[in-house]
DNA sequence: CGGTACGCCTGAAGGC
DNA sequence: TGCCTTCAGGCGTACC
């Protein structure tokens, strides 16, 4: 079958996992963390054991997300970020419950959570992602987080518009910067600029406000509407038994290039752009004119 | 300084 | 049918 899931996780995907490690977590106990691949955990704290940094017996106070970044906090300050990569996966199996054959692999980092016995699994195939940890959330801030702008799943218009108008740089490459706005990656990038009738290589600081407005909407209904359907990879470790039920979302561009328009159906175009594949429609999406 | 290019890494997919 | 090449991309760093 061809359902093996094609994880992506970009901002909807990782508050997915949020929300599933926040129900699992807040109030329960990381213990007996294993560490399998040392290179995995990048944070600097060659001073703090293995065990400390990655939460052992800390009582999980809260999760939180910016971005595409995710942290675990511990009651007693102690805070564990996450990122996921192009290819991490969080995942939590029931105690006794069997574990899905296609997540064997890879595995980096393993916990049980108290009392109950749930066992959470770090695995990242292509090993992008990585584990941090920090004394506390002030410093997963200044060391990490700081150099983050605004979440895109809840950036304001006036937010968006005063973070495009600060570059000349294609607007595509804009949106995938996450200095300027956090969470955004190739995908929503593309389906955005599609939606907002924006083409990619016009200058961030030439679209208008009213534009602007139109594509910071476009932007943050689609990472909704990807939130609203995102038990998509959750799923999988919901129901281990099979019933992959993948329910994704219906790409305008991405990863369409050549084929046609859903809208017009002109043929769409494919390019690169800040070192990425970039597909747009010429006539829905059409190029600024320097005229005038 | 602000931009773009590249390398890291592995699995899927396509060509011959 | 099988091997080999190419491609995918978040992000740090290197470079212009």
């Not at 961030?204 to 038990?231: F, H, P, Q, S």
Request: aromatic fraction near 6%.
């Amino acid at each position: 079958m061809g359902d093996n899931v094609r994880y992506m996780p970009e901002l909807p995907e990782v508050e997915t996992v949020r929300a599933a490690l926040e129900t699992a977590l807040v109030g329960h106990e990381l213990v007996r963390p294993r560490l399998f691949r040392h290179d995995v955990l990048c944070s600097s704290r060659h001073d703090e054991p293995i065990a400390r940094q990655l939460l052992s017996g800390g009582v999980i106070r809260s999760v939180i997300r910016r971005g595409k970044h995710l942290a675990l906090v511990a009651h007693d300050g102690r805070v564990l970020e996450i990122h996921l990569g192009m290819t991490g996966q969080v995942l939590l199996y029931p105690p006794g419950g069997p574990i899905p054959e296609r997540f064997h692999g890879h595995v980096h980092a393993r916990w049980r959570v108290a009392p109950e016995g749930t066992t959470m699994v770090f695995r990242d195939p292509r090993r992008f992602g990585g584990l941090w940890s920090f004394p506390d959330v002030a410093s997963l801030v200044s060391a990490r987080w700081s150099r983050l702008g605004v979440d895109a799943l809840t950036i304001t218009n006036a937010e968006f518009l005063s973070a495009i108008a600060r570059t000349r740089s294609p607007i595509k490459s804009a949106l995938l910067n996450q200095s300027l706005l956090a969470g955004v990656g190739n995908i929503y990038a593309d389906e955005a600029l599609f939606a907002g009738g924006v083409h990619p290589r016009t200058p961030a600081c030439r679209v208008d406000a009213v534009k602007g407005a139109e594509l910071a909407a476009r932007l943050r209904g689609l990472l909704a509407d990807a939130v609203r359907a995102g038990g998509t990879t959750l799923r999988d470790y919901a129901a281990p038994d099979g019933t992959p039920g993948e329910f994704r979302l219906e790409h305008r561009v991405y990863g369409r290039g050549g084929q046609s328009c859903r809208r017009c159906g002109v043929t769409l175009r494919s390019c690169q752009l800040a070192g990425r594949t970039t597909v747009y429609c010429p006539r829905c999406q059409p190029a600024v004119t320097t005229a005038r």
